[in-house]
């Protein structure tokens, strides 16, 4: 009886969490219901419920809010139509009149080391955001954000960064993610206090 429960979560559970041609590391988390479509993601990044991603590279240590969609195509403006019939070989409407593709429909997202990432976000084809950024709830993410920057809003615009430029900097060396379990120990201990975790690191790598 236990056996047969057990199968039975998990059947539901592979019904909740949809992965197509994906790379997940065995330290990350998907909470159900998800739908991912030639996604990687990296260790520690977890992903909330409701997300469909595509085409897109996740790295370490994201915090992904729910309802995410991410990677679902680009759509031209500047020609005679914006039917895909005109342009692609896809067949979105069921046929085409082009033997070859006329424009570049899908392109990589990546999503740096450390993204946060509030709920109700889309990301477009393209994109890439920057290591330790935030993203607020419901914006548009239709361009390239930097590392360590506060971005909002539709149109997405960034109205801060987290930290100095100098801070920023060293951290963006200091590659924190990257690290032994001793430096992520270290990331623990001085979470709120970076100014002493990079004078720490400083030490680690004169002890390297």
């Known amino acids: 009886m236990r056996k047969l429960l057990s199968k039975l979560r998990t059947l539901e559970k592979q019904r909740k969490i949809k992965l197509t041609n994906c790379s997940i590391s065995s330290k990350a988390s998907l909470h159900e219901p998800c739908n991912l479509a030639e996604v990687s993601v990296d260790d520690y990044t977890y992903i909330s419920p409701n997300s469909k991603i595509s085409r897109t590279t996740i790295k370490k240590f994201c915090s992904i809010g729910p309802d995410l969609r991410c990677g679902w195509g680009l759509h031209p403006i500047h020609g005679i139509s914006t039917a895909p019939m005109f342009y692609s070989t896809g067949k979105q409407n069921g046929?085409?009149?082009?033997?070859?593709?006329?424009?570049?429909?899908?392109?990589?997202?990546?999503?740096g080391n450390d993204v946060f990432i509030g709920m109700n976000v889309i990301i477009l084809d393209g994109v890439t955001i920057g290591d330790g950024a935030v993203i607020g709830a419901g914006a548009v993410v239709s361009k390239d954000i930097p590392p360590y920057a506060v971005a909002v809003g539709i149109p997405i615009r960034v109205i801060k960064y987290r930290f100095s430029p100098d801070i920023i900097e060293q951290l963006l060396e200091v590659q924190w993610w990257n690290q032994d379990e001793s430096v992520l120990q270290k990331v623990a201990e001085y979470c709120f206090d970076i100014e002493s975790f990079l004078h720490e690191m400083k030490k680690v790598k004169v002890n390297a």
């Open 95 to 111: 046929t085409t009149l082009v033997k070859a593709n006329k424009f570049e429909e899908r392109k990589q997202i990546i999503i």
